[in-house]
Structures are given as C-alpha cells and as structure tokens.
C-alpha cells in the first residue's frame, strides 16, 4: 500500500475538507470512513499479500483434524457393539474424541471469523449436522492403530504451528496416547 | 541473558517439575508398598525432566533457580489415598506448565519436548486416576488449567 498525502483511496474524495460548509457531522461521517478504509485495508494485508487469491489458500489445517476426531468418535461408537464389555472406555473415547472436534472445529471458526452481516461463513467441515455415516466396527488392534495415529500426527501438526493451535494440539495429542496407553490397555 | 518467552515457559515448567521431585518424595512415603516401583518410576522421569530442562536452560546461559527450601503440600498427606491424590495433583500441574511450553515455543526442538513431557504427565495422571477410581480416568484436554 503506497501512502500518499491526500488520496487514501482510489476515487476522488469529493469534499474538500477545507470547506466553508464543513459541519460537524460530516467530520464524524468522513473520520468513520476513514476508519472504514483502514480496516479494510488492514484485512487485506493480513489475508494474502493483498492480492486477489484469497480463495485459493491452503484449508485450515485444523480442518482435517476435527475430521479425524469426528470419525474416531464414530469409529468407538461402532466398536461397543463388538465388545460391550469395553463400553465404559470406548464411551468415553467418543466422549473425548467428540470433545476435540467442537474445540477443534470452534478454533477454526474463530480464526475464520464473522461477515458483515453476524453470520459465519459457511464451510463443508463446519457443518456438523448431518449424521455421520455408518461405520464397520473395528477390532480392538484397529481403534488402537487408529487413535495412536490421530496422536501422531495431531502432535506432528503441533510442532508446526504456534501459540494456542499447538498447545491444543498437544493436549489432543497427549489425550489420544493416554486413551490407547491407559483406556485400551 | 535474559529470558525470552520460551526460556521463560521452560523456567516455569522446571520450578513445576522441582516441586514434582519434592512431592514424589512424599507420595513415595506414604503410598502402598505394592506401588513402589511406580512411584520409583514416575519420580525418575520427574527427576529426568528436571535435568533436561536444566541442561536446555544451562545451553542458552540462562541462571538456573535453585529449588524452594521447602514446599507447601495442596494437602495432609498421611496415608496411600492422599499420597495417589498428591501424585494426581503433581501430574495435572507439571502437565499444565509443558502445554504452556508447547504454546509459547518458538522452536520445534522445544515444542516437541514440551509435547513429550505433556503426554507422559497424562498417561501418569490416568494410571493414577485409575488407581483411586476416578471417573472418568482420563481428561479430554490434558494439561488446560
């Protein structure tokens, strides 16, 4: 953004600010659109460099982690079925699991934002009121398999990220460890 | 040298695991004689992470504090229930101190041992928890205060 004196938009500013007829309300209606255009501007240059490929970011990496959670959480659901004497322990996984995915998934929609409008943009992984789909019950080996994965790479994205991304993936991490080390011992 | 934020983070988290290898020394008194071994255990790894931390601080010339004459327990500990309950507390909050590094960072190297210590402080906080029948034994979050 190049700075020049007097033009802090492209169009012409069509009062003079020095007129004669200058109220004091228009003071306040110019000073609010200035403010305006700082906001604006500033939103662009913490987006993309400013440029028009917005659209073309990268997704969230988070997004594929409260995916992962989702299904991990559907996966224990299946698996009481198999071994009702693991209930206790594969509720609380699902518990556990479905409790990271809404953190996961509330830390998306915070960095996304809100429009204009108070509504928050609407995105496939956000919704999360269709039913997940029908899951094969998986063996004891399999969930244990599964969730040492989830931790693996929830902490292997912890490393790449910072302040409270990475300290929420490694509590999500830790928890996946500790339900396969200590849940499904 | 003056600390920085990560340098900070791993100060706080070696005053936590100092007050850990106190602590241990008192659950390690009075908890069953049956657990012994665990409770050897889990204060060698406390002891370790200690050392470590030391060793990082000591590697960026950083003063290293010397731990508190003496150290106020949350509560009375006089048998094997109250001694698994210090170990439950000991565990919650060395775990709060490596989320903490884990968030103020600013190195992977960091980071990730900020990750490895939370996770052993969860899988020692479950293995406690189920020893005194919490429920649940696990927390979905470990390490947030």
């Not at chain 2, 960026?60 to 500990?77: C, H, K, Q, R, T």
């Not at chain 2, 903490?100 to 900020?114: D, K, L, M, P, Y």
Request: aromatic share 4%.
């Amino acid at each position: 953004m190049h700075a020049r004196p007097g033009a802090w938009h492209d169009g012409a500013v069509p009062t003079p600010l020095t007129s004669a007829t200058h109220t004091r309300r228009s003071t306040f209606r110019i000073a609010g659109f200035a403010a305006v255009g700082a906001v604006a501007v500033s939103g662009l240059a913490g987006c993309s460099g400013g440029d028009d490929t917005a659209s073309l970011e990268p997704p969230d990496p988070l997004i594929a982690q409260a995916d992962r959670a989702r299904n991990d959480a559907a996966l224990a659901t299946a698996a009481v079925a198999a071994m009702p004497d693991r209930s206790g322990a594969l509720n609380l996984i699902t518990a556990e699991r479905t409790a990271h995915a809404d953190a996961l998934s509330a830390e998306i929609a915070r960095l996304v934002g809100v429009l204009e409008d108070g509504s928050a943009p609407t995105t496939r992984s956000l919704t999360t009121s269709a039913p997940p789909a029908p899951v094969a019950p998986p063996s004891l080996d399999e969930l244990r398999a599964r969730l040492t994965e989830s931790g693996r790479t929830a902490a292997a994205l912890a490393r790449s990220l910072s302040g409270y991304r990475a300290g929420l993936l490694g509590s999500i991490s830790a928890a996946c460890t500790t339900e396969v080390g200590v849940l499904l011992r | 040298m003056s600390p920085g934020p990560e340098q900070q983070a791993l100060l706080d988290a070696l005053a936590a695991e100092y007050a850990a290898v106190f602590a241990y020394g008192v659950v390690a008194a009075f908890s069953n004689p049956d657990r012994d071994r665990m409770v050897a255990a889990d204060a060698a790894a406390h002891r370790s992470r200690r050392d470590a931390t030391i060793d990082a601080l000591t590697a960026v010339s950083i003063d290293i504090p010397v731990p508190e004459a003496g150290y106020n327990l949350p509560f009375p500990v006089g048998d094997p229930i109250a001694a698994a309950n210090l170990a439950v507390t000991i565990e919650t909050d060395t775990a709060v101190a490596w989320r903490s590094v884990i968030e103020r960072a600013q190195s992977e190297h960091a980071r990730g041992t900020g990750l490895d210590a939370l996770t052993e402080c969860a899988l020692r906080l479950a293995n406690w928890r189920t020893i005194l029948g919490t429920a649940p034994p696990t927390v979905p979050f470990p390490g947030q205060p």
